[in-house]
């Protein structure tokens, strides 16, 4: 099992330029989850999905969207990325929600110049 | 105040010693609490999880939560040069699927 697997690994992009971040994983998890990080900061979240079909706001979600496209992706659009998104962004997902562990991807470095 | 608070570190101990980290919170309806590790420019790696007070022990690394204080503590016994890395505090309330709250991390480095 690969677990959780992003696209891509890095990605620069320019003030306004759009780009979406895939996430997949192989475990049959319902939950998913994006969190962005950054120095001094922690994890943050920006975006969940308890289940297919359905996707929450986290603590951190203005510039962003998000898509369930299955049970097993979640992707994360940033239409007109701005560089206070120069984050490294990471995705997970549990088995049903916050009562159970969370496992991570290795996470997608993005610069916005 | 921010939820979890987390000592920054670094925290530099030789190789053998025992190793505490710890996290305070301030939300007591948090009730499931996780360790994660993070070697430079990966993504988090899970080593503990415990629902409620109490301890757990996985090998060299024991998890106590302390929910009466707001206290968590992970603590690594015979400490190893890959031990080195930054450890994460997480906790969530467990309702629906919210996600995790984080403390920032200590920075951990076990000189050989």
């Known amino acids: 099992n690969a677990g959780v697997t992003q696209t891509p690994k890095f990605q620069v992009l320019k003030t306004g330029q759009s780009m979406t971040l895939q996430c997949a994983q192989d475990?049959?998890?319902?939950?998913m989850y994006w969190y962005r990080q950054d120095p001094g900061m922690g994890l943050r979240l920006i975006y969940y999905?308890?289940?297919?079909?359905?996707?929450d706001k986290g603590e951190v979600p203005n510039g962003y969207n998000v898509s369930r496209l299955n049970k097993r992706e979640f992707s994360l659009r940033l239409e007109s990325a701005a560089p206070s998104q120069t984050s490294v962004y990471f995705c997970?997902?549990?088995?049903?929600?916050?009562?159970?562990?969370?496992?991570f991807g290795p996470g997608t470095r993005l610069t916005v110049l | 105040q921010k939820e979890v608070e987390q000592d920054p570190g670094p925290l530099s101990v030789p190789e053998g010693a025992i190793v505490s980290l710890n996290c305070t919170y301030s939300?007591?309806?948090?009730?499931?609490f996780m360790w994660y590790r993070q070697y430079s420019r990966k993504g988090p790696e899970l080593l503990m999880y415990?629902?409620?007070?109490g301890n757990k022990e996985d090998g060299r690394f024991t998890a106590q939560v302390d929910k009466s204080s707001k206290y968590i503590s992970l603590f690594i016994r015979d400490s190893q040069p890959s031990d080195s890395a930054t450890y994460l505090c997480?906790?969530?309330?467990?309702?629906?699927?919210?996600?995790?709250?984080f403390g920032k991390g200590t920075h951990l480095i076990i000189q050989p």
């Open positions: 997970a997902s549990s088995l049903a929600g916050g009562r159970n562990e969370q496992f």
């Open positions: 475990m049959n998890h319902n939950s």
């Open positions: 999905s308890a289940s297919e079909g359905t996707t």
């Open positions: 939300n007591s309806a948090f009730q499931y």
């Open positions: 415990t629902y409620s007070s």
């Open positions: 997480a906790m969530s309330v467990g309702g629906g699927a919210d996600g995790l709250t």
